[in-house]
């Protein structure tokens, strides 16, 4: 193993080395088919090292009456012969992890039941040394979709933050950072590769880790940031739980401390099969959608089965339910196809309706083109586009004809979209707020979205609803307005779903279908607006 970068072994960086560290593990990956109820009892260390001067030691306490299997499972981690072991009711076991040159990564810990585990990294000033130069205790960290940690730097007793990894599941992570006031200020992408040398027999990815602090995650991080959070999404494929693990580690000279992580209540996809009982079928489902608060989204491949979405709490509680036979990961039953603008448009075509025909382009601003998104929010690729609403009633859209779908079947669609406004929440403006009177839409039709003259006026040719109203084809699914209230040009992120509704839709007899992503002014000036992500999940409805 050899580090892209040097790093001083008394310093805190030596412990978060693993981003630049090629260590690969022959121990089980983690199955993206696993069901929910296969261990009750999973948790990760996300930031373990090892070396000639640093050694982490594992500790696990049995507090139930009945003795309990402990497997171990790592990524970066040499676990010697302790990957397994077995704890008597009460006992607690310390496990030494030791090596002469540096091992960074992570290490997971199941059982059957609910054990007490924490594992501590030690630094001495040379092997064999019985000084400790610093140490850190990192608590075991549940898995998650969805993930927020409070991050800070040039603090007061606190540099920086760093920020590590595990990762479950082949895909991307959307990393969005937030300031005290609760606004994004910057953004970046993490791609977990698909190459085929990382993928196990099963197809199923292997496992990753990934360790930085604050500058080198945003290299534009506003020199002024002192303290906020950090969001940590699994962004694509969309849906899959269980998706990674976090720790913050915060340092201040030659210390380190470990933080808490809470994971959101992030919905995902997974497929419920109800159990083989006579009557069970779609009233069932229903009944159990109802009852425990998830969406239903359509019956699966098989009699009893149904794609749902909901999150961990909840399916990890519809697990325990007697009419549940299983719920597991809905990975390869939908279709998600996820569209970031780093290279270009991607086939994506803008267009503006709502105005006179005969609109002089420069007096109403119109502009729609692939750019780079404002520095502060990184160096990505998006799609701008904007214009000056002088007709009370500007649709500025984008469109694209998507393919690969099954021939003449019905599919439910979830949107998600990510957007760059500078409309602060709550403003005053002519005709409406900049923000809250701009509403966005997304939908998707057979015929190609276009701007056809009407009676001197540009019309879509499709039905988008007017304004506030969706329509048969688009559906609105939320607006513009900034998470802050604070008045600025600054331009920040927001992200935007379809949450509650799924857009339905039946493919044409090639398998395809044109997608529609647009805003429905009411607000009489000029917006902006920098689309930088848009993904499309596909639910294909099986006959019942």
């Known amino acids: 193993m050899r580090a892209n970068r040097r790093l001083l072994p008394r310093s805190p960086g030596y ?7 090629g260590a690969k593990s022959a ?8 069901s929910l109820s296969a261990q009750p009892f999973v948790t990760t260390f996300p930031q373990v090292a090892l070396g000639e001067t640093i050694e982490t030691v594992l500790t696990v306490t049995n507090p139930q009456p009945d003795r309990v299997q402990v497997t171990l499972e790592s990524f970066g981690i040499d676990l010697g012969e302790s990957a397994s072991f077995e704890l008597q009711p009460g006992q607690t076991r310390e496990i030494l992890f030791t090596a002469a040159e540096l091992q960074v990564g992570w290490i997971r810990l199941r059982a059957a039941q609910t054990v007490s585990a924490a594992a501590r990294i030690v630094t001495r000033p040379a092997a064999g040394s019985g000084q400790i130069l610093s140490q850190v205790t990192v608590l075991g960290q549940p898995q998650a979709s969805r993930a927020a940690l409070p991050v800070f730097r040039n603090r007061p007793g606190l540099d920086d933050t760093g920020i590590a990894l595990a990762l479950f599941q082949a895909g991307t992570l959307r990393l969005i950072l937030n300031d005290s006031a609760g606004e994004m200020v910057a953004a970046e992408t993490l791609v977990h590769p698909l190459e085929a040398t990382q993928l196990g027999n099963d197809g199923s990815a292997a496992p990753g880790h990934r360790a930085r602090f604050l500058p080198e995650l945003f290299p534009q991080l506003p020199e002024d940031f002192e303290s906020g959070s950090l969001i940590v999404e699994q962004s694509s494929p969309q849906g899959l739980p269980d998706a990674f693990s976090v720790v913050a580690l915060y340092t201040h000279q030659q210390n380190l401390q470990a933080v808490p992580v809470e994971r959101l209540a992030f919905p995902g996809h997974y497929v419920l099969t109800l159990a083989p009982l006579e009557g069970q079928g779609r009233e069932v489902a229903e009944q159990l959608s109802s009852h425990y608060g ?7 491949q098989a009699e009893g089965e149904f794609l749902v979405s909901m999150n961990h709490n909840q399916a990890s509680a519809l697990a325990l339910d007697p009419r549940a036979a299983q719920v597991k990961s809905a990975a390869g039953r939908l279709l998600s196809f996820e569209f970031s603008f780093q290279d270009g448009a991607q086939q994506w075509e803008g267009g503006f309706a709502d105005l006179p025909t005969d609109a002089d382009p420069d007096f109403y601003e119109l502009s729609f083109r692939h750019d780079l998104m404002p520095p502060h929010l990184g160096s990505e690729g998006a799609l701008r586009i904007e214009g000056r609403n002088h007709s009370d009633d500007l649709f500025m859209f984008l469109k694209r004809r998507l393919t690969g779908l099954t021939p003449s079947t019905v599919y439910r669609i979830h949107f998600d979209l990510e957007l760059a406004t500078q409309a602060p929440r709550e403003a005053i403006g002519i005709g409406g707020p900049p923000g809250e009177a701009v509403y966005v839409k997304a939908g998707a039709s057979l015929q190609e979205p276009l701007a056809v003259d009407e009676m001197g006026a540009l019309r879509m040719n499709v039905d988008k609803g007017i304004q506030a109203n969706s329509g048969r084809d688009a559906m609105v699914i939320g607006n513009v ?64």
């Open 481 to 544: 307005a900034k998470i802050s209230s604070v008045f600025s040009d600054r331009f920040a992120l927001k992200a935007l779903c379809s949450t509650d509704t799924l857009f339905e839709i039946t493919t044409d007899d090639e398998g395809a279908v044109w997608l529609l992503v647009g805003t429905d002014s009411g607000f009489e000036g000029k917006t902006t607006l920098y689309y930088n992500r848009i993904v499309a999940t596909f639910f294909p409805q099986q006959a019942e």
């Open 15 to 21: 412990l978060l080395a693993s981003w630049r560290l």
């Open 27 to 34: 121990l089980p990956l983690f199955l993206l088919g696993a």
């Open 294 to 300: 998830f969406r239903l989204n359509g019956p699966g």
